[in-house]
């Protein structure tokens, strides 16, 4: 069974043969899973170096599919993308470059160790690292965050890591 007509209606052509049989898209996308994301970024429209943002599906990027939700959007000029929460048009985070991406992964490591390794609840994690860096734990997401930013939840993460996870 293939889309709906009525939820291909407002997908570019183009993007059509990638929309999969149950019809979800960032034009059509899940309200349940739009629900489920408590505090959403609004969409990018203008990438700061002035052009439009657009939407991109990961068979047109990258010539695969990297996740359950191939949805993401694109600044075509300067390849600052940023995914969407799975199911919906909601962003990640904002808009990041090669060089923001690579430092934002590099310095969520040290931190996803706290939690999954069991020093600290993800939870507990979050509210630490928030309260380091000022900000309310609702705007602690590494896809927030600046390279600056990134730096410094690192660098919190490593010494709690050595001070044996209770900082």
């Known amino acids: 069974m293939s889309a709906q007509p009525h939820q291909l209606a407002d997908v ?5 043969p990638f929309v999969p ?27 700061e170096c002035g052009t439009p943002v657009e939407i991109a599906h990961h068979q047109q990027v990258y010539g ?23 199911f919906t048009n909601i962003p990640l985070g904002t ?12 310095c969520k490591q ?5 939690w999954e390794h069991g020093r600290m609840t993800r939870t507990e994690a979050y509210a630490g690292l ?11 997401h590494f896809g927030w965050f600046d390279a600056a930013t990134c730096i410094r939840a690192r660098d919190w993460a490593v010494a709690t890591l050595r001070n044996g996870g209770t900082r």
């Not at 570019?12 to 059509?16: G, H, I, V, W």
């Not at 040290?110 to 706290?114: A, H, I, K, R």
């Open 130 to 140: 928030a309260a380091h860096l000022g900000i309310e734990v609702e705007a602690c």
């Open 64 to 86: 695969r599919d990297y996740s359950e939700w191939p949805w993401m959007y694109r600044c075509a000029a300067c390849d600052a993308s940023v995914g969407m929460h799975p």
């Open 95 to 106: 808009l990041a470059d090669k060089a923001l991406r690579d430092i934002r992964k590099a």
């Open 110 to 114: 040290p931190f996803q160790v706290l």
């Open 21 to 47: 049989d149950h019809g979800k898209s960032p034009w059509h996308p899940s309200v349940k899973a739009t629900k489920r994301v408590l505090n959403p970024l609004p969409a990018p429209t203008v990438h």
């Open 12 to 16: 570019p052509e183009a993007f059509r």
